[in-house]
C-alpha cells in the first residue's frame, strides 16, 4: 500500500508540473478595410495624361473606383477593371487569384505615384514597367499602391448601350448591350488551344467581337441560340473594339428560342441551296456569289460588263411571313463602283409580295426612295440605315435587289456588291 | 586511484576431466574498493544470461571454448571481456568492479537525440534507431552514440533491414519498411534493456534481417527495481521532461507491477515555429505461477502532439540568414501557428506467456495489438493564391528585373507576414469567400494514416545441451492502416467543396470526374469531415522460421531457415470519379511467397583473435505502399511487382589485447528489384504525380573498424570507421500516373546505373576520449562526416530530360550529375557524475553537449525537387530543398533512483 501511496503522490506532482502548449488558436475578426486618405484624380483624368509609350506617374496622383471584372472566371489573367463615373480603367497586377482579394463591387484606391500607364493595342493601362513596356505591378509592392476600402458592395449597374454607340469612354468599364445574338451559336466560347474571338450581332446586323480566354471556366460551354443581353468590359486593340464577359451570368435574359430577326451575312453562297433566288431578265451577267470581298467575309455581286447585251437582273431574299407583325424594318449594305453613262440608278430595292418564282416585276414594290444608298463609284459599304417597311404587315414579302445596265462596256455598266441584310419585325 | 582488478584464473587451469558433458562456471562479482559482494548483477556469457544472488555467484553451464563475458550492475562501470574455458572443469571466476556510471546513463544521449521531421515531398521522418544503444562493440557505440546526430546509418542501410521487438512483440511499419520507435518514445527507463544482434546474426525469436534485431525486455522482471525519478532540460525536441518509472519486480506472491509516465513539452525547440506536447504511460503486471510458468501483460502510450519542420531552398535560408528555416508557421493574432502538426496515439497491448517444459524446452507466446491515430495537418486551397511562403514565386530569384527582386528581398527581410505563413490574411479572404457563400479558399486539412495491427508469434526453443540450441516458431502479423483526410480548421470559412479542382480545371466538360467520391457529389465539409480519398491498404504476414545455434571450442555457428506468405490489398471507401470502375472496393490481391537462409559462424583462432562470418540471401515483399499505381484514387496495381532480393554478407577480424581491442570488418549487401513510390504535386501540370519506381538495385558496400584503447585505467580512446560505397547498380523503371488523369500513364527508363544511395554519409569517422575518474565520466568525441549525396529527381536521368542536347553540350552533366553535400565535423562533450546519499538513494546528473563548435553547415537529408524544367533545361529554376542537422544543442538530466 506504501508502494501505491508513493505512486499516486508523484503522479500527482508530475501532473502539475505538466506544461501544456495551447493549441487552439485565437480566431481573428474581419477585417473592414478602411483608406484614410482621398482621391484627387478621376480616371478619365489620368487617361487624360497619358501621352503615349511607357508613361511614368511621378506625381502624387490617386484614384478610386470600383473592381467591375476580375479574373474569377479565368477571362481575365492578372488584371482588374476599376471604373469610376468618369470611366475605366485596367489595372495590370502581377498576382494569382486576385479575385481572392479584390472582389466586383470592391472599393479600392490607386496611389499611382511610382506606376506607370501604357497601351496595349490602344488601351491605355496602369501597371508597372517591364523591358521597356507596360507591364504588371509587381506582387511584392501592389500592397503599397492598391488599397481597399470597407467590404465589396454592389457593383455599379452596367451603362446600356448599342454596338452602334460604342465610344471610347467606355473602354474599361462595364456595359450592357440588349437584344443582341451569336454568329456562332452552339460553337464553343474559345476553342481549346487559344483565345477566341466570336461575333455578337444585334437586330440591326451591327457587330462586336466577343473575345474569350481558353482558360476562361467557362470556355468549353456553347454559345446559346436565341437571344438576350448581354454584358462585359469593353476593350479595344488596334481600333477594333472587342467585349470580354466575366462569367456566364453576363448572358442576362437570354431566351434559347427567340425567333432571331432575319440577318445574311454571306457566310457561304446562298444560292446552291435556293435560300436566295436570282432571277436573269436579260444577259449572260448575272448575280453571284463573292467570298471574300463583303463586309466581312462573302457578299454577293453582280457587273454587267461585258455581258452579252444590257443587263436586268434580280437578287431575291427568302420569304417573310408579317401577318402577325406589329413592326417590320430592313436594313443593308451596299457597295460600287463605275458609273453606267445610262443610268442614274443602276440598283432598285423592291419588296416583293406573295413571290414563288419567274419574273418577280410585277408584284414589286419599289422602295428605293427609302433607303440610303451609296453614291456612285464611291466604293464604300454604305448602310440602308434603318428603312421602315411596316406598310407591309400582313402579308408575305421579300426584299429584292434589282440590278440593270444600260449596255455591256464599261462606261455603261457598274459593279455592285449586297451584303449584311437584316430584316427585323417583331 | 583504485584499478579494475581482474582475476581469471581460468587462464592458468588445464584439466582433461571427461566425467560430465560441461562446466559448472560460477561467476562471483565484488566490488573493487571493499569486495563486497555485489548482488543482482547481470552476466553474461556469449548469450547465456544470469543474474548473481546474495552471495554475488552466478553460475553456468558451458562447453570449452572461447566466450564474450559482461558483466552490468548499477552503480558500476561496465565490464567486457573474453573467457577462454579450455577444459572440462567446474571453476570460480571473480570479477571486480569498479564503482561509476552505468551503461544505462551513456544510452540516455542517444535516446534523447531522437528527432523527426518531416520531408513534404518525400514525407519521410528520420529517427534514431535505439537498437543500437546497448551495444558493447566499440564501432557501434560510436557509430550510434555520436554518429546518429548526422545522417550516419551503420552499413547505409537507412531504412528496413532492422528488427526491434518489445517483448517479442515485433514494432513494424511494413508499409514504411521502419521500426515504430516513436511508439516508445518518453518511455527511456521502461524500456532500456534489450537483447540484441548485429548484422545477420538472428536472436531467439525470428530468422532476423540484415541489420540486426532488439528485443526490449519491459515486464516487471527485466525492468531495474525500485523508483527512478529523472528531470531534464533541453533545447532539442523538448525543452522539459519529467519521467517516473517504478518497479516492485517479482514479488513472493509471484506478481510483479511497473509502471512509468513522462511528460514532455517544448514551447519551442530547436526548429523555430516547432513545439511538443507529448506524454507517455506504461504498465505491466507480471505474475509468475510457478518456475516453469510466467505470465505478463503490458499496455503502453506515447500520446504526442508535435509541430514540425520541413526542408526549404537555400535562397529561403539565406534570405532569413537561418539554416533551420521553417517554412511551416506564422503569426495568428499574435501568436506563432505551425501549419504541420502530428497527432499520434498508439495505444499497446502486449501479452506474454512462457512456459518451460523442463530445463531444455521452453514455449513461449506473445501477442500484440495496437489501433490509434497517426495525423499530420497541412494547410490546403482552392482556387487561390498558394500559402506557402517558399513558394519558388515568391522568392526574389523568380523576378526577371532586379528592382524589383531587391523589393521582394526586403520585404522577406523585415515583414514576417512575407517570410511566413501570413495566417490573418488565410482568414480575411476566407471571410470574403463567406460574403458570396462560396467555399473556404484555405482550410487545415489533418492527413491520416491510422494503423490497426495485430501480432502473434509463437516460439520454441530447445538445448539440446548448453552448447547447442534449436529455436523455431511461427510469426504472424495484420497490419492495417486507413488513409483519408479530414477538415481540421475551415479559417473562417463557412464549409468546403469535396472536388478535386485540378480535374475541374482539365475537364470542364466531365463534371462527373471532379468529386472524390461520386457516391456523395457535391458535399460541403465542415470540421471533423472526412473528404478527398478514403481507403486501406491491408497487409497479411506470416512466416514460419527455425535457427539452430552450437557452440564448439573452435567455432560457434548457426544456421537459419524461414519462408513466409504474404498477402497485401488495397480497400477504396471512395468511388472516385477518375476511376469510377477501379476504385471502391478490394483491390486484386498481391500475393508473395518468400523465403531465405542465413549462417554464420565465429572461429576462434585464440582468446585475443577471431573472426566473424555472416552469408544471407532472402526474398522479401514490397510495401503496400509501392505497389499501387495511384493509391489515392485507384486500385490500379504495378504490373511489374516482383518480391525484393537480399543478398547480404560480412567477414571480421576481432581482436583483444590487454591494451586495445577492436575489430575490421568488410560487408556487401545487395537489395535487388527494390520499389518505391514518389507522390508529389507537379506545379508544371498542377496536379498530383505518381512516380512508382521499380526494378531498383542497390549495392552496399565497405569496411568498419572499431578500436578500443585503454591508456591508463581511467584514461580510453576509442576510435569508429565507416568507409562505404553504397550505390543503385541499374536503370529504374518509372511509371507515372497523373491524378486528374490529364495526361496518360507513361513510363520510361532512369538513367541511374551507379548513384549514390543518398543522403547517407558513405565515409564517416569519430573519435572518442573517454576519461573517468570516480563517480565521473567525461567523454569528448570528435565526429567526421564526408562523401553524402542528395537524393536525385529521376525525371532528370530520362532521355526525355537531354532532348535537343548535343553530345559535348556541358549542360548535360549539370542536369544529371549527382550533387555531393558538403562534409564536416561536429564535436561533442559529455559530462556524468552520480552520488550515493544515505546508501539507499542514486543521484546522477548527465550533461551533454553536442555539436559544441555549432557547425550549421551538415545537411541531415537534401533533395531535388521533382519538377525540371524540360524546356529551359534550367536546373536553378526549382532548386533542392536542404534539412540540416541540429547546431549546438545541450541536454542536463537529474535522475534519482532508490
Known amino acids: 500500500m506504501k508502494l501505491i501511496k508513493n505512486f499516486i503522490v508523484i503522479a500527482s506532482m508530475i501532473l502539475l508540473f505538466a506544461g501544456c502548449v495551447d493549441d487552439d488558436f485565437d480566431v481573428p475578426p474581419i477585417d473592414i478595410p478602411h483608406v484614410d486618405f482621398e482621391a484627387n484624380t478621376t480616371i478619365a483624368e489620368l487617361k487624360a495624361m497619358y501621352s503615349g509609350g511607357l508613361d511614368s506617374i511621378d506625381t502624387n496622383i490617386i484614384i478610386t473606383g470600383i473592381v467591375v471584372a476580375n479574373d474569377e472566371s479565368g477571362n481575365f489573367y492578372k488584371q482588374l477593371e476599376i471604373q469610376d463615373n468618369s470611366g475605366g480603367i485596367e489595372v495590370r497586377v502581377d498576382r494569382y487569384d486576385l479575385y481572392t482579394q479584390y472582389k466586383v463591387g470592391q472599393r479600392v484606391y490607386i496611389k499611382c505615384q511610382g506606376l506607370f500607364l501604357g497601351n496595349y493595342g490602344g488601351l491605355v493601362q496602369i501597371g508597372y514597367k517591364y523591358e521597356g513596356a507596360i507591364g504588371r505591378i509587381p506582387d511584392a509592392i501592389v500592397d503599397q499602391h492598391i488599397f481597399k476600402d470597407s467590404l465589396p458592395g454592389t457593383p455599379p449597374a452596367p451603362i446600356l448601350t448599342k454596338i452602334s454607340g460604342l465610344n471610347s469612354n467606355y473602354l474599361s468599364m462595364l456595359i450592357q448591350i440588349d437584344s443582341v445574338h451569336f454568329a456562332e451559336a452552339g460553337s464553343k466560347f474559345a476553342e481549346s488551344d487559344a483565345i477566341t474571338n466570336r461575333t455578337i450581332l444585334d437586330r440591326n446586323g451591327q457587330t462586336l467581337i466577343l473575345r474569350t480566354s481558353n482558360y476562361a471556366n467557362f470556355a468549353s460551354e456553347l454559345l446559346p441560340a436565341g437571344e438576350g443581353s448581354i454584358r462585359g468590359i469593353l476593350s479595344i486593340y488596334n481600333g477594333t473594339y472587342q467585349l470580354y464577359i466575366r462569367d456566364l451570368n453576363d448572358l442576362v435574359n437570354w431566351n434559347e428560342n427567340a425567333s432571331l430577326p432575319f440577318l445574311e451575312t454571306f457566310s457561304s453562297n446562298p444560292l446552291i441551296n435556293n435560300t436566295w433566288l436570282a432571277y436573269s431578265a436579260a444577259s449572260n451577267k448575272n448575280w453571284t456569289y463573292n467570298s471574300s470581298n463583303g463586309n466581312p467575309g462573302g457578299c454577293m455581286e453582280i457587273n454587267g460588263y461585258g455581258a452579252d447585251g444590257a443587263s436586268d437582273d434580280w437578287l431575291i431574299s427568302p420569304e417573310f411571313d408579317l401577318t402577325n407583325a406589329t413592326a417590320a424594318s430592313i436594313n443593308f449594305e451596299l457597295w460600287t463602283q463605275y458609273s453606267d453613262a445610262g443610268l442614274t440608278q443602276p440598283m432598285g430595292i423592291y419588296i416583293l409580295e406573295n413571290y414563288t418564282s419567274g419574273d418577280p416585276s410585277s408584284s414589286a414594290t419599289n422602295i428605293t426612295n427609302r433607303c440610303a444608298m451609296p453614291a456612285a463609284n464611291s466604293r464604300v459599304w454604305t448602310s440602308s440605315g434603318t428603312v421602315n417597311i411596316s406598310d407591309f404587315i400582313g402579308k408575305k414579302v421579300r426584299l429584292a435587289f434589282h440590278y440593270q445596265s444600260s449596255g455591256a462596256a464599261s462606261s455603261t455598266s457598274t459593279l455592285w456588291r449586297a451584303d449584311n441584310v437584316a430584316i427585323d419585325f417583331e | ?898
Do not use: C
Request: charged share 20%; proline share 4%.
Open chain 2, 1 to 898: 586511484m583504485k584499478k579494475v582488478l581482474v582475476y581469471l584464473f581460468l587462464f592458468n587451469v588445464i584439466s582433461f576431466a571427461f566425467a560430465q558433458n560441461y562446466s559448472v562456471v560460477n561467476v562471483k562479482v565484488e566490488d573493487s574498493q571493499n569486495h563486497n559482494n555485489i548482488a543482482t548483477a547481470e552476466v553474461s556469457i556469449s548469450e547465456l544470461k544470469s543474474t548473481t544472488n546474495e552471495e554475488g555467484i552466478a553460475s553456468f553451464k558451458i562447453l570449452p571454448g572461447i566466450y564474450g563475458i559482461s558483466v552490468n550492475a548499477t552503480g558500476y562501470q561496465p565490464y567486457n571481456d573474453i573467457l577462454a574455458l579450455m577444459s572440462l572443469k567446474d571453476t570460480t571466476i571473480v570479477i571486480l568492479l569498479t564503482r561509476g556510471l552505468s551503461q544505462a546513463f551513456q544510452q540516455e544521449q542517444a535516446r534523447e537525440q531522437e528527432i523527426e521531421i518531416v520531408n513534404d515531398d518525400l514525407d519521410r521522418g528520420i529517427s534514431l534507431n535505439p537498437l543500437l544503444l546497448s551495444s558493447r562493440d566499440p564501432y557501434l557505440n560510436l557509430a550510434s552514440y555520436n554518429l546518429s546526430a548526422g545522417s550516419f546509418s551503420p552499413r547505409g542501410i537507412e531504412r528496413g533491414g532492422y528488427e526491434s521487438y518489445i517483448n517479442q512483440v515485433l514494432l513494424y511499419n511494413p508499409e514504411l519498411d521502419r521500426v515504430n520507435y516513436s511508439d516508445i518514445s518518453g518511455l527511456n527507463d521502461a524500456t532500456r534493456y534489450s537483447d540484441d544482434s548485429y548484422g545477420l546474426e538472428p536472436l531467439y525469436m525470428s530468422f532476423g534481417d540484415i541489420m540486426g534485431v532488439s528485443n526490449i525486455l519491459a515486464t516487471p522482471s527485466r525492468i531495474r527495481l525500485g523508483h527512478q525519478i529523472s528531470y531534464g532540460i533541453s533545447n532539442k525536441s523538448w525543452e522539459h521532461r519529467l519521467m517516473y518509472t517504478y518497479n516492485s519486480g517479482i514479488m513472493q506472491n509471484g506478481w510483479g507491477f511497473a509502471a512509468a509516465y513522462s511528460h514532455r513539452y517544448a514551447y519551442d525547440t530547436y526548429m523555430p515555429g516547432t513545439w511538443l506536447q507529448a506524454d507517455a504511460f506504461f504498465f505491466s503486471a507480471e505474475k509468475r505461477f510457478s518456475e516453469r510458468h510466467n505470465l505478463s501483460a503490458t499496455i503502453f502510450a506515447s500520446p504526442q502532439k508535435r509541430a514540425l519542420a520541413s526542408p526549404t531552398v537555400k535562397e529561403a535560408q539565406e534570405l532569413v540568414d537561418d539554416p533551420y528555416y521553417n517554412p511551416n508557421w506564422g503569426v495568428q493574432n499574435g501568436e506563432k501557428r505551425n501549419a504541420r502538426v502530428r497527432t499520434t496515439f498508439k495505444p499497446y497491448l502486449i501479452l506474454n506467456d512462457e512456459y518451460k517444459f523442463n530445463d531444455n524446452l521452453t514455449w513461449t507466446n506473445a501477442f500484440g495489438f495496437t489501433t490509434g491515430i497517426y495525423g499530420t495537418t497541412r494547410l490546403n486551397w482552392y482556387n487561390a493564391p498558394d500559402p506557402r511562403p517558399d513558394y519558388y514565386r515568391y522568392l526574389p530569384s523568380y523576378q526577371t528585373d532586379p528592382s524589383i527582386a531587391e523589393i521582394v528581398t526586403q520585404r522577406w527581410q523585415n515583414d514576417i507576414t512575407v517570410s511566413q505563413i501570413n495566417w490573418d490574411k488565410l482568414y480575411q479572404i476566407n471571410y470574403l469567400a463567406n460574403l458570396d457563400g462560396k467555399s473556404a479558399r484555405y482550410i487545415v486539412e489533418e492527413v491520416h494514416n491510422d494503423p490497426t495491427y495485430f501480432y502473434y508469434a509463437s516460439n520454441i526453443k530447445y538445448t539440446f545441451n548448453p552448447s547447442s540450441i534449436i529455436y523455431g516458431g511461427l510469426q504472424a502479423y495484420h497490419y492495417e492502416t486507413h488513409n483519408y483526410k479530414k477538415i481540421n480548421d475551415l479559417l473562417g470559412a463557412n464549409y468546403y467543396l469535396d472536388i478535386d479542382q485540378y480535374a475541374e480545371r482539365d475537364f470542364p466538360d466531365k463534371p462527373e470526374m471532379l468529386y472524390n467520391n461520386l457516391d456523395d457529389p457535391n458535399r460541403q465539409l465542415h470540421v471533423g469531415d472526412v473528404f478527398g480519398y478514403n481507403y486501406k491498404l491491408n497487409t497479411n504476414d506470416v512466416n514460419l522460421w527455425t535457427q539452430y545455434k552450437q557452440t564448439l571450442p573452435r567455432v560457434d555457428y548457426f544456421v537459419a531457415g524461414k519462408i513466409g506468405f504474404s498477402n497485401k490489398y488495397r480497400n477504396g471507401l471512395y468511388r472516385s470519379g477518375r476511376f469510377p470502375d477501379n476504385s471502391k472496393g478490394k483491390s486484386d490481391q498481391v500475393n508473395d511467397l518468400v523465403g531465405g537462409l542465413k549462417t554464420g559462424a565465429i572461429f576462434k583462432i585464440s582468446g585475443k583473435h577471431y573472426i566473424k562470418a555472416n552469408i544471407a540471401g532472402f526474398t522479401k515483399p514490397q510495401s503496400n505502399l509501392d505497389i499501387f499505381l495511384s493509391p489515392y484514387n485507384s486500385n490500379r496495381i504495378n504490373n511489374d511487382i516482383t518480391a525484393q532480393k537480399v543478398l547480404s554478407a560480412d567477414l571480421g577480424y576481432h581482436f583483444n589485447f590487454k591494451f586495445l581491442r577492436g575489430r575490421i570488418t568488410a560487408y556487401q549487401t545487395y537489395i535487388l528489384d527494390h520499389m518505391d513510390m514518389r507522390g508529389f504535386y507537379h506545379d508544371e501540370y498542377q496536379t498530383y504525380v505518381y512516380m512508382s519506381l521499380s526494378n531498383m538495385d542497390e549495392l552496399y558496400q565497405g569496411l568498419e573498424l572499431g578500436l578500443e584503447a585503454n591508456i591508463i585505467p581511467d584514461l580510453s580512446i576509442s576510435a569508429a570507421g565507416n568507409l562505404g560505397n553504397y550505390r543503385y547498380i541499374s536503370r529504374f523503371k518509372a511509371n507515372v500516373s497523373f491524378d486528374n488523369l490529364s495526361r496518360p500513364d507513361t513510363s520510361y527508363t532512369v538513367y541511374s546505373k551507379n548513384f549514390y544511395i543518398p543522403n547517407v554519409p558513405q565515409r564517416a569517422a569519430s573519435v572518442a576520449i573517454n576519461y573517468k575518474p570516480n563517480y565521473w565520466w567525461f567523454t569528448l568525441v570528435f565526429n567526421y562526416f564526408d562523401e553524402m549525396y542528395m537524393d536525385f529527381n529521376p525525371e532528370r536521368r530520362t532521355q526525355f530530360a537531354l532532348n535537343n542536347l548535343g553530345p559535348d553540350d556541358p549542360l548535360i552533366n549539370d542536369i544529371i550529375a549527382q550533387q555531393e553535400l558538403s562534409n564536416g565535423f561536429t564535436l561533442d562533450l559529455s559530462i556524468s557524475k552520480s552520488w550515493m546519499i544515505k546508501h539507499k538513494y542514486r543521484l546522477g546528473v548527465n550533461f551533454f553537449l553536442n555539436n559544441i563548435l555549432d557547425n550549421q553547415k551538415l545537411a541531415l537529408f537534401a533533395f531535388e525537387q521533382s519538377r525540371f524544367d524540360f524546356d529551359t533545361k534550367n536546373i536553378d529554376k526549382f532548386p533542392p530543398k536542404y534539412m540540416y542537422a541540429y547546431g549546438r544543442t545541450y541536454m542536463l538530466l537529474i535522475k534519482l533512483s532508490f
